[in-house]
């Protein structure tokens, strides 16, 4: 079978339709030459959106290797995806490529594979797959879609720089095209997402500033109450130290006061023993009595 040349010119549901009714026909040239009723009843089935029971016909009747056609296998790739039987649906599309590498329907399995393996969250062979796909096909009508999965691939992985200006270019390039809508809503999110970003960076590198400036502050009080502290128990030593000279020189003077009692208590006795007494002796026993009397008088006061 040549090569089918869909054109630039239709819109990608019109090319699938065209692609659907050549697969039909080709399905059910296939059926008539070898019985395989099964491959027309998936058909029906897929057309009716069945795909449910498109995978199970469309298997039953491979099992018989000459109803493996790639329209036929083509098809059950597609209802896979349908059937989101991701796994199954990279697995058949390896065995596409391996069977019927130079098949017009290459583009699409190559297209389904990538969006499979994106479903499947394995996002890095996805990015390879379709932009293989987007590299070889660049006329596709699937051209814009690819983009966009290549875009929910880097989303999905949180890499929002990478993956805006591919929502960017299916916007501005291929503004009528259905996966357009969707890449709006995607720019918009995140470029929300962005501005989000920005807002709790500010927030935390306020929070990160004003704890910082409470820690220096923090630890200012710390060391003036430690500096006061230090500079109290000096003071309270010098106190202390002055304290006890003071109760020292007290204490001296209690004992000069004392000797001084006993010595004025001597002359008196010995004043009146004698009987008489010179003015020498009278002027001395006075003058140790006066310097009794202030000394009581100042120990009193303190």
Known sequence: MGKINFGGFCSLKKTLALIVLV???????CAAESGGQELSDGFNAYKNKDYVSA???FRKA???????????LY???MAEVNTQEYRQAVIDADRFFALYPSSIYREYVEYH??????????????VLVLSEFCHH???SDLYASALFWIGECFYAGYNFDEALPLYRKVCEEYPSDPKAVEAKYRIAVITQRSREDKLLYLLKKTGEEYLSSK???????RRYEMERSVDVNTQLGLLRTQNATLESALEAEKNRAADLERRLGEAETRSKS???????????????????RQIKSLLEKE
């Open 62 to 72: 491979m099992i018989d290797e000459k109803n493996c056609t790639e329209e036929a």
């Open 23 to 29: 697969l039909f026909a080709a399905i059910s040239s």
């Open 137 to 139: 096909n660049p006329d």
């Open 55 to 57: 995978v199970f016909l």
């Open 113 to 126: 594979k990538g969006r499979a393996l994106c479903y499947k969250g394995e996002y890095d062979k996805a």
């Open 215 to 221: 820690e220096n502050y923090e630890k200012q009080i």
């Open 75 to 77: 098809m059950l790739i």
């Open 274 to 292: 004698e009987g008489a007494e010179t003015v020498s002796s009278t002027e001395e026993l006075q003058r140790l009595k006066e310097s009794a």
